[in-house]
């Protein structure tokens, strides 16, 4: 064995050490498991991904590659009737799209039933496990309470011929749903509510997605997911801190089988403000229509994400941020805008799009010419690009204001601004319709000042972005604002009524550059001064642009 115990060594990209890595490389000096490291990521095929399983997955992945192990896929498919493919199809893309590498192993919880079933025939034959008889109110009300023993079933002490009997008629399908369950046989006066005669099996008559209709009992989650790790050699199941009081559980089955026991290590879930995490109100959001489908680029979901820009690097470099920790705690959505905004700042090229335009004619200008812009002030081998400049152009409604307040540096009646890579313009006239709104700037131009080679030493304030309203390309932008107007909706019963009615804001008639005719889904820009955006994947045809903002900018350029 070589030194891999040596804090540090585990971390060439100076990742941040966390307790589990503390916990690994004490097994690691001694040799445990060989110091052979395999961590698995456990999704039930019931949901999609969200930002929360990013977080396990980043973990577990990182703990494998970090210690050269391995690192699993597996669906925990044990309930056949909240399970579908769709689920599973999008789990697969989710991982692979965050860079956790599985290799080839996409392992299904369900494929182990016969395994699991013969383990549970050992237990029966220990005089571990029996067949009850109690339906689940029953056998609700009888297991006590934190201060309480439960009471023995009466069932408890069947022979190990009967429960035998009695389990493989269970298996044949003689029984109807609810009727009767495979428990294990612990102690009804446990401490631990979790050890008070757990079931192991119900009786489910249900097409399974995968199975179909091989099985008609179907395993608990405590009885699976044990079995599960062990079967594939799993060294630290790594799961959420709910699972805690259940590890006594987990350990006392691998016990009683004497297979291999994998270690059960806990951590703090995530939970993200401004937002819901729980797979079933993410699944009411889609049902009832409040968002349009998991992919929503207002969801907490990987797709989600995805198709509003994210990075998978801004995801990961999110997960190492936050940290794992023994307690919950609500983590600040900013942060991840933060790692997003980071990201895109040093790979996204610089464009101009003029979201809410107004035109502007200047008036003093012939002809047309091609100004040259830097694509990425951050990343100078990104290179330059020509921008074709006319007589008419659009700039930002908002960027001009016939009675400013003080300390407004952009255009004014009688001002000065200049348009970013081309002149400083002047406002001569102001345009009105019949209802009083301006639709319409006069303005003119001082060809002494042109960016990068004016002769002029004259210097205005204010920078401004525009587009050449001939050579403009339409475009829908779709800006997203937080889904939720509380911190913590989650923490409400009535968190629907917490939804903002304004999260999504469409603007159909943007007007952009001609450079972004020819982007593809997912390209990703910074618009200068307004956010970053990515061509929405959704939506986008040939015929029309949609940008989805991805991220506000926390600051411009223009100061
Ligand atoms: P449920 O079990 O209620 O359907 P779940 O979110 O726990 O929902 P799973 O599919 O069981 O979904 O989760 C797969 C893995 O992701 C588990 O190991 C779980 O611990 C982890 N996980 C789920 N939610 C979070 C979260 N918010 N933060 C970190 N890890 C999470
Ligand atoms: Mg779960």
Not at 119 to 136: F, P, Q, R
Not at 225 to 243: A, K, M
Not at 486 to 496: H, K, M, R, S, T
Request: net charge negative.
């Amino acid at each position: 064995m070589n030194d891999t115990g040596s804090k540090g060594m585990n971390n060439p990209e100076g990742r941040s050490k966390n307790f589990i890595y503390e916990i690994i490389d004490d097994d690691m000096k001694i040799n445990k498991w060989e110091a052979k490291v395999h961590t698995r990521f456990p999704p039930e095929p019931n949901g999609y991904l969200h930002i929360g399983h990013a977080k396990s997955i980043c973990l577990n992945y990182g703990i494998a590659r970090d210690y050269n192990g391995k690192f699993n896929l597996r669906f925990d498919d044990t309930n056949p009737e909240k399970e579908e493919q769709e689920y599973v199809d999008s789990i697969i893309e989710d991982v692979k799209w965050l860079g956790a590498d599985f290799e080839d192993r996409i392992l299904y919880g369900s494929d182990y039933f016969e395994q699991m079933y013969q383990w549970a025939i050992e237990l029966i034959k220990k005089g571990k496990a029996y067949v009850c008889d109690l339906n689940s109110d029953e056998i609700r009300s009888s297991r006590g309470t934190l201060t309480e023993p439960g009471k023995n079933s009466p069932f408890r002490n069947r022979s190990v011929e009967e429960n035998m009997d009695l389990f493989e008629r269970m298996r044949k399908g003689e029984f109807p749903n609810g009727t009767k369950t495979l428990r294990a046989k612990i102690d009804m006066a446990s401490p631990n509510i979790n050890l008070r005669d757990p079931i192991m099996y119900r009786i489910v008559h249900e097409e399974h997605h995968r199975q179909g209709s091989d099985w008609c009992i179907y395993p608990t989650y405590d009885w699976a997911h044990g079995n599960e790790d062990s079967i594939e050699g799993i060294t630290h199941s790594i799961c959420t801190l709910e699972f805690e009081n259940h590890r006594p559980l987990y350990d006392w089955f691998l016990d009683q089988l004497g297979v291999h026991h994998p270690q059960q290590i806990e951590f703090a879930r995530l939970n993200l403000s401004y937002t819901v995490m729980s797979k079933r109100r993410l699944l009411q959001l889609v049902k009832e229509g409040y968002v349009d489908g998991w992919d929503d680029p207002r969801m907490p979901t990987i797709s989600g994400y995805r198709r509003r820009g994210y990075t998978p690097e801004s995801i990961r470099n999110f997960a190492e941020i936050i940290g794992v920790a023994k307690r919950d705690a609500l983590t600040d959505i900013a942060l991840l805008e933060y790692a997003i905004r980071d990201d895109l700042n040093k790979h996204a090229n610089r464009v101009m799009a003029v979201l809410k335009p107004l035109k502007v004619v200047i008036t003093n200008y012939t002809g047309e010419e091609e100004l040259e812009a830097v694509n990425n002030p951050e990343n100078i081998e990104a290179g330059t690009r020509r921008v074709p400049f006319c007589n008419e152009l659009y700039i930002e409604q908002n960027d001009f204001m016939e009675n400013p307040p003080k300390g407004f540096h952009r255009l004014i009646p009688g001002g000065e601004v200049r348009l970013r890579y081309a002149y400083i313009i002047k406002c001569k006239e102001v345009i009105k319709n019949e209802k009083g709104e301006v639709i319409e700037l006069r303005c003119s131009y001082d060809p002494e000042t042109k960016s990068g080679s004016g002769t002029s030493t004259k210097k205005v304030k204010g920078v401004i972005h525009w587009v050449s309203a001939k050579h403009a390309v339409d475009a829908e932008v779709r800006l997203y604002d937080r889904l939720f107007t509380v911190e913590n909706p989650g923490a409400d019963e009535d968190w629907l009524s917490k939804i903002y009615p304004n999260s999504l804001e469409i603007i159909n008639n943007a007007k952009v550059e001609p450079s972004l005719k020819s982007s593809k889904p997912l390209d990703k820009f910074q618009f200068e001064r307004m956010g970053y955006f990515c061509v929405d994947q959704k939506y986008t045809t040939k015929e029309k642009l949609v940008f989805n903002r991805t991220v506000t900018l926390k600051d411009s350029w223009k100061k």
